[in-house]
C-alpha cells in the first residue's frame, strides 16, 4: 500500500458503484495538451494517476474537496459534482 | 412534494444550522437538505470553536455543546527544517473566564446544533444533494434535488453549501472560485490516551493546547500548520493556497508527513494511531474575493460567501454569524410584509458590514495578495530567524557584538537592505 493509500484505508466510504462524479472531459486533452497535468500531483487523494502518458481517474477515494476543480484551470478539463446524496466520504470526526 | 415552504436552506454546517434555527425558532417554516448521511459527514475544520458567536445563537452553549477543551495556551512556531522560534501565551482557565476559544470535533459540533435546529421545528432531509436552483423571472423560488422528487418550492433559498458553491456558480449567482483564493488544507486525528496528552503539553484535565505552525513546513507556498489538543487526539494539518500547490514540488499528503516528521513535532505524536484523514478547501481571497452575496429570492452564507478570516483562523464563527445575521434579515422582512427581493435583502449586506465579519475582512483585505507574492516570508525569514536564535545562544567565546553583527549581516545579504525595507513596508500594509 503507497502511503496516501494507507492513509484514506481509516476512512469510511460509501462508494457509489458504477457512478463516479468527477469524470475527465477530454482524455485528448490530458494527454497531448496539458503539460503540467497537476491533478496528478495535487488531489490529496491521488485520485489521478499517470499510466503510460494517459491521466485515470479513480474516484472511490476522493474526499470532494474540490482542489481538482480549481486547479485545473488551463483548460477546464474536469466535469465536478457532489456524489448523490448519502455516497462518498463519511468523516467520522472532520 | 410540491411542497411550498418558508425558507429552504441549503447545508447543514454551521452557517446553515445558524441561519435554520434562528429562522425556525421565529416559526418559519423551515426545508434544510444536507447531502452527507449526517450533519459533519461532508464537514472538515481544525477545529477552534469560537464560543461567542454560538453564543448568540444558542445562549449557554457553553455548558451543552460536546466541547473538547478550552484553550488555554497558544503556542507560535517559526520552523526551519530542524528547529524552531517560537512565542507562547499561557493563561489559566480563571483568568480567561469564561473561555472564548474551544477545542471541538466537528462532527459532533455539527450534529449537536442540527439536533437543535430540529428541536426548533426545522425539517431536515439528509442524504439529499441540491442539484439546481429554480428560478421564475429571475427569481429564485425554488430548488431541485437528486433524492425528492420535483421541485420544492420556497419564498427564500439560503445557500450555505460551503466553500465550493457549486449551486450558486451554476446558476450563474457567482463566478467559480479560483485557485489563487483558496487554501487546501490536510488533516489527520491522531489519538492518544487523554493523560499522555495532558503530560506531553503540560496541561490539565480540562485545559487545551494550540500550536500554529508557520515557516518552511510548507516548503514556499503560502499557508501555515496546525496542532490542537482534544480530549483524547491530536489534530493535526497543513494548508497551502492550491494554486501554489499547482506550481508543483509536494503533493499535499507528502506535505503532511514531511511536517509530522519535523524533530519538534514528531514527539508530541509519537505513539498515536491515526484514525482519519481528511481534504478540504478553505476559501483564504478575503475581502476581495467575496462575491455577491444576495439577489432576488436568496442569500449567501458562510464558506460559500468566502467570509473566512485566514489570518486568525477563524471561519466557523463568521459562518454561524453570516447564517445568523441572513436569518434575521429574513425574519425582520416578513415581519414588515416586504417580499425577498434583492433591494430588500441588501440589508442583510449591510448587517454583515456593520458586523465583525466583513470589518475584519476589510482590514486583511491586502493580506492575500502580499503574502501570495513574497514567498520568502515562508522560507527566507523563519530560516534566519531560526540562525540568528542559534547563533546568539551558542555560547561558544565570541563576543555578543559580533555575532549581532554577524547576524544582521546575514539578513541584508540574503534580502539586501532595499528588499528588507520593502518587507517591512509590505507587512504592515498588509496588516493594515
Ligand atoms: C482544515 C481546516 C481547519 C479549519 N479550522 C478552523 C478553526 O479552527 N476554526 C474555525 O472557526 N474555522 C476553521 N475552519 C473553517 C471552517 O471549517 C469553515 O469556515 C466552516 O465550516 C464554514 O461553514 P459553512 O456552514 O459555511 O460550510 P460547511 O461547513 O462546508 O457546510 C456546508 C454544508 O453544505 C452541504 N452541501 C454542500 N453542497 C450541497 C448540496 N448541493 N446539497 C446539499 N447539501 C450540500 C455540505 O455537505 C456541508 O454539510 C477550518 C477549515 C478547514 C478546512
Ligand atoms: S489538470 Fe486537467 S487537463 Fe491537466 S491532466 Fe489533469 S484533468 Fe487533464
Ligand atoms: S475532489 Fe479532491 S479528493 Fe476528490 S478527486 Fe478532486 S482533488 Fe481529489
Redesign the interface.
Known amino acids: 500500500m503507497s502511503?496516501?493509500e494507507e492513509?484514506?484505508f481509516?476512512?469510511r466510504y460509501?462508494v457509489d458503484e458504477g457512478r463516479p462524479h468527477i469524470a475527465i472531459i477530454s482524455a485528448d486533452v490530458c494527454e497531448g495538451k496539458c503539460t503540467?497535468k497537476?491533478c496528478t500531483?495535487?488531489?490529496?487523494?491521488?485520485c489521478y494517476a499517470l499510466e503510460n502518458g494517459k491521466v485515470v481517474l479513480t474516484t472511490d477515494g476522493c474526499?470532494?474537496?474540490?482542489?481538482c476543480?480549481?486547479?485545473c484551470?488551463d483548460h477546464f478539463n474536469i466535469e465536478?459534482?457532489?456524489?448523490?446524496?448519502?455516497f462518498?466520504?463519511?468523516?467520522?470526526?472532520? | 412534494m410540491a411542497e411550498k415552504f418558508d425558507a429552504i436552506v441549503i447545508g447543514a454546517g454551521p452557517s446553515g444550522n445558524a441561519a435554520a434555527l434562528v429562522m425556525a425558532r421565529a416559526g418559519m417554516k423551515v426545508l434544510q437538505l444536507e447531502?452527507?448521511?449526517y450533519p459533519?459527514?461532508?464537514?472538515?475544520?481544525g477545529?477552534i470553536l469560537y464560543a461567542e458567536a454560538l453564543e448568540q445563537i444558542i445562549p449557554n452553549c457553553r455548558r451543552q455543546a460536546p466541547l473538547e477543551r478550552p484553550i488555554i495556551e497558544q503556542r507560535m512556531w517559526v520552523l526551519d527544517d530542524e528547529s524552531y522560534v517560537g512565542s507562547n501565551y499561557r493563561g489559566t482557565k480563571k483568568k480567561d473566564e469564561p473561555p472564548t476559544r474551544y477545542t471541538v470535533?466537528?462532527?459532533n459540533i455539527?450534529r449537536w446544533m442540527s439536533k437543535k435546529a430540529t428541536d426548533a421545528g426545522v425539517l431536515l432531509i439528509?442524504?439529499?444533494?441540491v442539484l439546481d436552483l429554480i428560478k421564475l423571472d429571475g427569481k429564485v423560488v425554488g430548488v431541485r434535488?437528486?433524492?425528492l422528487g420535483g421541485d420544492i418550492l420556497a419564498e427564500v433559498v439560503v445557500l450555505a453549501d460551503g466553500?465550493?458553491s457549486?449551486i450558486a456558480t451554476k446558476a450563474g449567482l457567482r463566478p467559480?472560485?479560483?485557485?489563487a483564493d483558496?487554501a487546501?488544507a490536510?488533516k489527520?486525528?491522531h489519538f492518544l490516551p487523554k493523560e499522555v496528552i495532558e503530560q506531553r503539553f503540560n496541561i490539565a484535565n480540562d485545559e487545551g493546547v494550540v500550536i500554529e505552525l508557520f515557516g518552511k513546513i510548507t516548503k514556499g507556498m503560502m499557508g501555515t500548520g496546525f496542532l490542537y489538543t482534544n480530549r483524547e487526539?491530536i489534530a493535526l494539518g497543513i494548508g497551502c493556497m492550491?494554486?501554489d500547490?499547482?506550481k508543483?514540488g509536494?503533493?499535499?499528503?507528502?506535505l503532511l508527513?514531511a511536517m509530522k516528521a519535523h524533530p519538534a513535532i514528531k514527539p508530541l505524536i509519537a505513539g498515536s494511531e491515526?484514525?482519519?484523514?481528511?481534504?478540504?478547501?478553505i476559501p483564504e481571497g478575503g475581502y476581495k474575493a467575496i462575491p455577491q452575496v444576495h439577489g432576488d429570492g436568496w442569500v449567501i452564507v458562510g464558506d460559500s460567501g468566502g467570509f473566512v478570516n485566514a489570518v486568525h483562523r477563524e471561519g466557523s464563527n463568521l459562518a454561524m454569524t453570516s447564517g445568523r445575521l441572513a436569518a434575521e434579515t429574513i425574519l425582520k422582512l416578513k415581519e414588515e410584509g416586504k417580499p425577498f427581493t434583492a433591494q430588500h435583502l441588501a440589508r442583510y449586506r449591510a448587517a454583515l458590514e456593520d458586523s465583525f465579519v466583513m470589518k475584519d475582512l476589510k482590514k486583511y483585505r491586502n493580506m492575500p495578495e502580499i503574502f501570495h507574492a513574497n514567498p520568502q516570508f515562508f522560507t527566507t525569514y523563519p530560516e534566519l530567524l531560526n540562525r540568528a536564535a542559534a547563533t546568539i545562544l551558542k555560547v561558544d567565546g565570541i563576543d555578543k557584538k559580533t555575532k549581532e553583527k554577524e547576524i544582521a549581516g546575514e539578513f541584508v545579504k540574503r534580502r539586501s537592505r532595499l528588499g528588507l525595507l520593502g518587507d517591512a513596508i509590505k507587512l504592515v500594509r498588509s496588516f493594515r
Open positions: 502511503k496516501v492513509k484514506l481509516e476512512n460509501r503540467a497537476q500531483y495535487c488531489c490529496p487523494a491521488a474526499l470532494e474537496c474540490g482542489t476543480r480549481v486547479i484551470d465536478w459534482s457532489y456524489p448523490r446524496g448519502g462518498g466520504i463519511l468523516y467520522k470526526f472532520g | 447531502r452527507g448521511e459533519g459527514s461532508k464537514n472538515v475544520q477545529a470535533i466537528r462532527a455539527d439528509c442524504e439529499a444533494t434535488t437528486d433524492r466553500v465550493n457549486l467559480t472560485i479560483k485557485a483558496v487546501l490536510v489527520e486525528m487526539s492550491a494554486d500547490f499547482k508543483g509536494v503533493t499535499p499528503y507528502d508527513d491515526v484514525k482519519e484523514y481528511a481534504a478540504h478547501l
